[in-house]
């Protein structure tokens, strides 16, 4: 299985950026597909998760910017990110949690980082 992060890139600050993330490989089903970010000197932290209902939720700091959507069909998720600040910059992960089969056991799955760098 592989996540493919895409979409990141420099931004002023007050635009816009969409990062992709398509999954690929053996594929039963997705339970959850997540973005998170890491700043440097700072720990990784979750920004939007999606679950396989549809359900989502966001951390405080994007709620109202930032938007969440999953594409079940291309096992792809989509981070669409407005009015970006200076502390939005860091580098992007994508992260699914799938299942690889018919077995009840979920795996976890990060994509490489894609860099986000928001100019004052």
């Known amino acids: 299985v592989q996540l493919q992060a895409s979409g990141g890139g420099l931004v002023q600050t007050g635009g816009s950026l969409r990062l992709t993330c398509a999954a690929s490989?053996?594929?039963?089903?997705?339970?959850?597909m997540a973005w998170y970010r890491q700043a440097p000197g700072k720990q990784r932290e979750l920004v939007a998760a999606v679950t396989s209902d549809g359900g989502t939720n966001y951390a405080d700091y994007v709620k109202g910017r930032f938007t969440i959507s999953r594409d079940v069909a291309k096992n792809t998720v989509y981070l669409q990110m407005n009015s970006l600040k200076p502390e939005d910059t860091a580098v992007y992960f994508c992260?699914?949690?799938?299942?690889?089969?018919?077995?009840?056991?979920?795996?976890?799955?990060w994509g490489q980082g894609t860099q986000v760098t928001v100019s004052s």
């Open positions: 992260n699914a949690v799938l299942r690889t089969d018919w077995r009840p056991s979920y795996d976890v799955y």
């Open positions: 490989g053996m594929i039963f089903s997705i339970n959850r």
